[in-house]
């Protein structure tokens, strides 16, 4: 199996940046897509961005591109999102998954496992 371990969420002002990191473990991880979700309270959780598991392609949702870059160094089994210019709306719980598939969709179910969340905050 794969286990998913995100970090660096917490509470930032708006107009401002923060770094999300995906620790991966399992023997299989390089081969798999990944995908960063999100959940605001009250709403389904919807698709963040998502990479191919050589990093050579992205996909983003139309709401963070520009704003928001998914990279993956699968030296270190680590993805990453960096996320700049943040508002209000991205306040979210933001949830790391791997699709063994290589699909890199847009899709939950395309996603098979999960980390636990790391919750982001954007104040005013």
């Known amino acids: 199996q794969v286990q998913l371990v995100e970090s660096g969420g917490g509470l930032v002002q708006a107009g401002g940046s923060l770094r999300l990191s995906c620790a991966a473990s399992g023997r299989t991880f390089s081969t798999y897509a990944m995908g960063w979700f999100r959940q605001a309270p009250g709403k389904e959780r919807e698709f963040v961005a998502a990479i191919s598991w050589s990093g050579d392609r992205t996909y983003y949702a139309d709401s963070v591109k520009g704003r928001f870059t998914m990279s993956r160094d699968n030296a270190k089994n680590t993805v990453y999102l960096q996320m700049n210019s943040l508002k209000q709306e991205d306040t979210a719980v933001y949830y790391c998954?791997?699709?063994?598939?290589?699909?890199?969709?847009?899709?939950?179910?395309?996603?098979?496992?999960w980390g636990q969340g790391t919750q982001v905050t954007v104040s005013s």
């Open positions: 998954a791997a699709d063994p598939f290589g699909a890199a969709g847009p899709r939950t179910i395309e996603y098979d496992f």
